[in-house]
Nanobody, 125 residues
Framework: QVQLVESGGGLVQAGDSLRLSCVNP????????MGWFRQAPGKEREFVAA?????????AYADSVKGRFTISKDNTKNTIYLQMNTLKPEDTALYLC?????????????????WGRGTQVTVSS
């Protein structure tokens, strides 16, 4: 069964950094665009970042994280990463990775068909 497993979340202070990982054991991310989303309690799931298929030459970011977060992939490890720097309390959420079958760097959650369970990120002020 295809699975996405996120890790790397935790409780940090404002200004700290975290690196999230998402692994799909046994499969390669090379064939699909991959994305990171987040969902805070009582709020809708929102786009964070996406990376294109193959060489991952195209990326996209939400305005709220642009310049602070970086998405990357390591096809040899079937893993994508989200490096999060200068974290803010408003970044607190459950972070989920997902796979899309579209081209490019999709930003809408509805076009992603496979999701992990998420990893919690909590940023204290």
């Amino acid at each position: 069964q295809v699975q996405l497993v996120e890790s790397g979340g935790g409780l940090v202070q404002a200004g700290d950094s975290l690196r999230l990982s998402c692994v799909n054991p046994g499969r390669t991310f090379n064939s699909y665009p991959m994305g990171w989303f987040r969902q805070a309690p009582g709020k809708e799931r929102e786009f964070v970042a996406a990376i294109s298929r193959s060489g991952g030459g195209e990326t996209a970011y939400a305005d709220s994280v642009k310049g602070r977060f970086t998405i990357s992939k390591d096809n040899t490890k079937n893993t994508i990463y989200l490096q999060m720097n200068t974290l803010k309390p408003e970044d607190t959420a459950l972070y989920l990775c997902a796979r899309s079958r579209l081209h490019g760097v999709p930003t809408r959650p509805s076009v992603y068909d496979l999701w992990g369970r998420g990893t919690q990120v909590t940023v204290s002020s």
